[in-house]
């Protein structure tokens, strides 16, 4: 079976997806990696946390902070709290599953931080306490988010940055996010440690 129409066909909707989505998403992007990027100079750290595949592009995230984006660079301080399978899974066990992530939050985030929170799909109660215990701890909070989420949405404060995209399949999200994701990092690179030519 020849499957190359269905490929051009899932390239094409993904081009024309993100084509459409960069005026919507520009000054959010912008918003979102100046919150990050004031954190880091202030010697605070980025925590991001998400559900699932979100709780892998968080960790992705993660990871090309404390290693390196595009250019050779020290490492920045960041942390995703999906990685720990035994603390997760400590509170889960002790709590339950809607305190994995606002536990930790409560342990190590400190206020100048910001809490990078993905949700992709419908949400969470897990989420949303994260959200509630960043803004306890006087963090900031980046949420990236799809259009059908409500409850997150209305807990953003006028100094958080909020990423909303719309799009009909989940995993348009997931490319949505992760396009998004790699433009906060470029940009806080370019602003902590100037250009680079990606030749």
Request: aromatic share 4%; glycine share 10%; hydrophobic share 45%.
């Amino acid at each position: 079976m020849d499957y190359y129409e269905r490929i051009a066909s899932h390239c094409q909707d993904t081009i024309e997806l993100i084509a459409m989505s960069v005026d919507q998403l520009a000054g959010g992007l912008e918003e979102a990696a100046a919150l990050m990027t004031t954190a880091l100079l202030a010697d605070g750290k980025l925590i991001a946390c998400g559900n699932g595949a979100d709780a892998a592009l968080a960790q992705l995230f993660v990871c090309q902070l404390v290693g390196r984006f595009e250019q050779e660079r020290p490492a920045l301080p960041a942390m995703s709290l999906a990685s720990d399978g035994t603390a997760v899974t400590a509170v889960a066990q002790q709590g339950g599953a809607n305190d994995i992530f606002s536990r930790q939050l409560r342990a190590l985030g400190q206020p100048g931080d910001v809490l990078l929170c993905i949700n992709s799909a419908d949400g969470g109660g897990n989420l949303l306490r994260a959200v509630q215990a960043a803004m306890e701890r006087n963090m900031g909070v980046v949420l990236l988010t799809n259009t059908d989420d409500g409850e997150m949405g209305s807990l953003m404060r006028a100094e958080d940055a909020v990423l909303r995209v719309q799009a009909p399949r989940s995993s348009q999200r997931l490319e949505l996010f992760t396009l998004m994701l790699n433009c906060c990092l470029e940009l806080i690179d370019q602003t902590l440690f100037g250009g680079h030519d990606p030749e």
